[in-house]
């Protein structure tokens, strides 16, 4: 359970700095349940050091806004009455949206990190900004106009490109071909709703951090291998890095061939030119279109002692050449947990020894003595999870920013 410190309430009777203790603990407690699963009242007060009547109050407060609610717990044979179970409300959700350049992924994620509902929108081909503000605002009326859907409280984009975070502007998404893009801005005047957008990497590096394989972990790097190239997130010291403009994590664009093929940025041997999907669909003779199908039928190639030739040599090569990313990483971050999503987990899947061995063999003593590598786990869903938790931010910091809702 993580700990929390809560803000000690005031004595005086009136002031704003009793208002803002209340707002502090509000927001401690709801931040608990969100990240940490279903507490109990118990729970609750050794967590965040308040005395059990306040927590009483703040869970029934949290309930009248709609962001909580509470259950006996199952299963209990404690003596006497036990103490409410405290529980994130999935009735009120997130929009989440990732364009990438064969589709636009449009997901709801509930109170908790839950998927609720999820749409991948095939595109024919790589859709421009107008096209994916378009499509996604038709997804999200869908939603909403669905008998029993949630209350929406924002819309987070996940951008596989350089996104300013003060205002959610693409400033440069090579694979999109979108340069200076308000997509936060288009995105906000189509659906109503707040937004904000961010590079999906350190998206998805902040919902490892919370929900997944970095749970617990204060300085991790993730990166992330999909259709558009590959991104990276750098958490460090527990917070995400980002650079003076939201910039930082960018990864795949560290030089891992000095004789390798031209990248899209202007440099030669990017980590993302010679580490791509593509070679890896090809060799197991699947088209662009069945990337979905690119993990069962690597597993099941590798499940024997002698996969392909053909699909051996390109894993191979391209577990080398992220070592050397994953060297350069190791020596200059010092990071504990190395996260790898998309496909670049599935590379660690299948040949997790030889990974290991091409990152260590080549990384300084003392930084790679104290870090492990591990596949993510939030699976098909990080990116929605990771960007519902930039539409989820102004709730978490202040509940009672959100309207209670309409019985």
């Known amino acids: 359970m993580t700990e929390a410190r809560p803000t000690p309430a005031g004595t005086g009777a009136s002031g704003g700095a009793g208002d803002s203790a209340r707002r502090s603990n509000l927001a401690t407690v709801l931040s608990l349940v969100h990240h940490d699963g279903p507490h109990s009242r118990a729970e609750l007060t050794r967590a965040t050091g ?54 636009i992924t449009v997901g709801l994620v509930g109170l908790g990190g839950g998927m609720l509902h999820r749409v991948r929108h095939e595109t024919p081909a790589i859709p421009s900004a107008r096209e994916v503000v ?39 998404a090579p694979h999109l071909e979108w340069n200076d893009e308000p997509i936060a801005q288009l995105l906000r005047e189509a659906t109503g709703f707040p937004v904000r957008a961010a590079n ?51 990864l795949g664009h560290t030089l891992v061939s ?20 593509a070679p890896l669909l090809d060799a197991l003779g699947l088209a662009p279109g069945e990337s979905e199908r690119l993990e069962d039928e ?24 992220l070592g050397i990313a994953l060297r350069n990483a190791v020596n200059l971050l010092n990071p504990g947990v190395i996260v790898l999503g998309g496909f670049l987990g599935l590379l660690h899947a299948v040949a997790p020894v030889a990974l290991d061995r091409a990152m260590r063999g080549q990384a300084m003593r003392g930084p790679r003595d104290d870090v492990r590598i591990e596949r993510a786990r939030l699976g098909r869903d990080i990116l929605m999870v990771g960007a519902a938790e930039l539409a989820f931010a102004d709730i978490l910091a202040n509940p009672r920013a959100v309207a209670p809702p309409v019985p």
Do not use: W
Request: some cysteine.
């Open 258 to 277: 000095s004789g390798g093929a031209l990248c899209h940025c202007g440099a030669n041997g990017c980590l993302e030119t010679e580490v791509s999907r």
């Open 200 to 250: 999906d990497a350190s998206l998805g590096a902040n919902a490892e951090k919370v929900f997944g394989a970095g749970r617990g972990a204060d300085n991790i790097l993730y990166l992330n291998g999909g259709a558009s190239g590959i991104g990276g997130g750098v958490i460090s010291g527990g917070a995400l890095l980002t650079g003076a403009a939201g910039y930082a994590g960018e």
């Open 134 to 172: 378009d499509i996604s605002a038709a997804i999200v009326h869908d939603i909403r106009s669905r008998p029993g859907a949630p209350r929406i409280v924002g819309v987070g984009v996940a951008v596989p490109g350089l996104t300013r975070a003060e205002d959610g502007m693409v400033t440069y």
């Open 298 to 321: 690597l597993g099941a190639a590798y499940a024997s002692d002698a996969p392909p030739a053909a699909l051996a040599r390109v894993v191979d090569a391209q577990v080398g050449f």
């Open 50 to 103: 308040l005395n059990r009547s306040t927590i009483a109050t703040l869970a029934t407060q949290l309930a009248e806004l709609g962001l909580a609610y509470e259950a006996a717990p199952m299963g209990s044979n404690a003596i006497g009455r036990p103490s409410p179970t405290v529980h994130a409300d999935a009735s009120t959700a997130a929009i989440a949206i990732n364009p990438e350049i064969d589709a």
